[in-house]
C-alpha cells in the first residue's frame, strides 16, 4: 500500500485564505500567504507536488487537454481591506497538458507535462509562465509488490499575503523518489524515500531547501478489519543560506476501511519530534493526526469532514516551522448526469516558531478561513466547464498582515 499524504516540508505555496485547488483551476499563482508548505503527520514527502493531476490517466496512449482559466480577484496584493482599497484584477491563463501512458508487461509508465501562463490583464507585471511535469512507473514484481519511481518538476509565481505587498518570486521545485508496497492480506512491508529541492529568485534565496525523507513500515491487512499501517518516518530538511537544519521524526498508525460501500474512514496519528535548528525556535513534541470520513448514503450527495494537524516546515517569514490545524466540510450534490454542485467551508489555525534575528517577523500566529461554492458541468465526453467562488479571510493576532477578499474563476477544459 503506498502511502499518501504524507509530511510536506515544501509543497506547492498555498494561500492561507484561498482554497487549495489544481492550478489549472487557480490562475492566481497559487501562494499568496506565508509560503508554508503543508502535509499530513505521517510522511516524508520534503517537498511534495501537486499531483492532483498524478491520477491515473483517462485512456492509454497518448492525451492532450487544453484549458481557459478566467480569475477575478479583488484583492490581488493581499492588503488590509478595512485600512486600504484593494486592487482587483482580471487573469487569463490559457494551458496545454500533455500525458502518455502506456504499459510494459505488467508495469506501466505515465509521463504528463503542462505548460501555462498566468496574465495579469491590470498588473501585467506579474504574469509569469508555470510549468508542471512528472514521470513515474510502476514496476511490479513477486505477488503483491510493486516498485514506484518518480521525478517531477514544477516552476511557478508566488505572492506573498502575509507581508502585504507586491512581491514577485519564480520557484522552481524538483523531487526524485521512490515508494515500494508490497500489500496483501496478512502483513506487508512499505517503505519509500524522497530528495526534493526549492530554488527561489535571489530576493529570496534564504528560502531555499534541501530535503532528504525516507520512511519505512509494517502494513496489516484484513478484508473484515480494514488496513493498518506503521510507520516511521525521517526528514532532515537544510536552509544552507541560513545555515539551518529542521529535523523531524514521526511515529505514525494508519487506519483504513470502507465501513460500507458508500463509507470510507482513512485516520492517520502520529507522534511528532521536531527539532527547529536553534535554540530560539526550539523544539515540538506532540500528536498530529490526519482524519477523513467520506459518505454518500443519500443519493447523489457525497459528503466529507476532515481535520488535520501537522508540521509546517519552512517558510519566507523566516518560521522554523508552524504547528497547524485545519478543518473542513465539503459537499457535493449532482443535480443530473451532467451537472453536479458544491459547497465547501476551511478554518485553519497556525502557530509559528521562528527566530527573529535571522528574518524579522512579528506575527506568532493565525487564523485563516474560506467558504465557496462550485458548479461543474460536463457539455460533451471531451469539453467539462466549472465555476467556483470564494471568499477568503486572514486574521493574525498582532493584527498586521490582515486581509481578506473574493476569487471567482470560470474554467473550460477540453480533451483530444
Not at 67 to 92: M, T
Not at 137 to 145: K, Q
Amino acid at each position: 500500500m503506498k502511502i499518501t499524504n504524507r509530511l510536506h516540508l515544501q509543497e506547492r505555496p498555498c494561500a492561507p485564505a484561498i482554497n487549495e485547488t489544481n492550478w489549472q483551476r487557480a490562475a492566481i499563482a497559487v501562494a499568496l500567504g506565508s509560503v508554508m508548505m503543508a502535509g499530513a503527520p505521517l510522511s516524508a514527502r520534503a517537498q511534495g507536488n501537486d499531483n492532483g493531476n498524478s491520477e491515473k490517466p483517462d485512456k492509454l496512449g497518448l492525451q492532450i487537454e487544453t484549458g481557459l482559466d478566467l480569475l477575478y480577484d479583488d484583492n490581488v496584493f493581499r492588503v488590509d481591506d478595512r485600512v486600504e482599497k484593494p486592487a482587483d484584477d482580471i487573469i487569463v491563463t490559457p494551458s496545454v497538458q500533455l500525458t502518455y501512458a502506456h504499459p510494459v508487461g505488467r508495469h506501466d509508465v505515465l509521463v504528463r507535462a503542462k505548460a501555462g501562463y498566468d496574465w495579469f490583464v491590470s498588473h501585467n507585471e506579474r504574469s509569469k509562465l508555470r510549468l508542471d511535469g512528472e514521470a513515474r512507473a510502476n514496476i511490479r514484481f513477486g505477488a503483491t509488490c510493486v516498485l514506484t519511481p518518480s521525478a517531477a518538476y514544477r516552476q511557478q509565481r508566488a505572492d506573498y499575503g502575509d507581508i502585504n505587498q507586491n512581491t514577485e518570486n519564480l520557484q522552481r521545485f524538483t523531487t526524485l523518489g521512490a515508494d515500494l508496497s508490497c500489500e496483501r492480506p496478512g502483513l506487508f512491508p512499505v517503505a519509500g524515500y524522497e530528495h526534493a529541492m526549492t530554488r527561489n529568485a535571489d530576493r529570496f534565496d534564504y528560502a531555499d531547501q534541501t530535503s532528504d525523507s525516507f520512511y519505512a513500515g509494517v502494513g496489516y491487512n484484513k478484508p473484515s478489519l480494514g488496513t493498518i499501517t506503521a510507520t516511521y518516518e525521517h526528514t532532515s530538511s537544510d536552509r544552507d543560506n541560513l545555515g539551518i537544519t529542521n529535523r523531524i521524526d514521526a511515529y505514525a498508525l494508519r487506519f483504513q476501511r470502507s465501513v460500507s460501500p458508500l463509507t470510507q474512514i482513512d485516520a492517520q496519528v502520529a507522534w511528532l519530534d521536531v527539532k527547529g535548528g536553534s535554540d530560539v525556535v526550539g523544539d515540538y513534541d506532540g500528536l498530529g493526526w490526519d482524519v477523513k470520513l467520506t459518505s454518500a448514503f443519500v443519493p447523489r450527495l457525497k459528503l466529507a469532514v476532515s481535520t488535520k494537524r501537522d508540521i509546517v516546515n519552512d517558510s519566507l517569514i523566516a518560521s522554523g516551522f508552524a504547528i497547524r490545524s485545519n478543518y473542513r466540510v465539503e459537499g457535493y450534490y449532482a443535480l443530473s448526469e451532467l451537472t453536479s454542485i458544491g459547497l465547501y467551508a476551511d478554518w485553519e489555525r497556525r502557530k509559528f516558531r521562528q527566530d527573529a534575528a535571522l528574518r524579522p517577523f512579528n506575527i506568532t500566529a493565525d487564523k485563516n478561513r474560506r467558504f465557496g461554492a462550485t458548479v461543474k458541468r460536463k457539455l460533451t465526453d471531451r469539453a467539462d466547464l466549472a465555476l467556483d467562488a470564494q471568499h477568503y479571510r486572514r486574521r493574525t493576532d498582532t493584527s498586521s498582515s490582515n486581509y481578506s477578499g473574493t476569487q471567482v474563476t470560470l474554467s473550460a477544459l477540453l480533451r483530444f
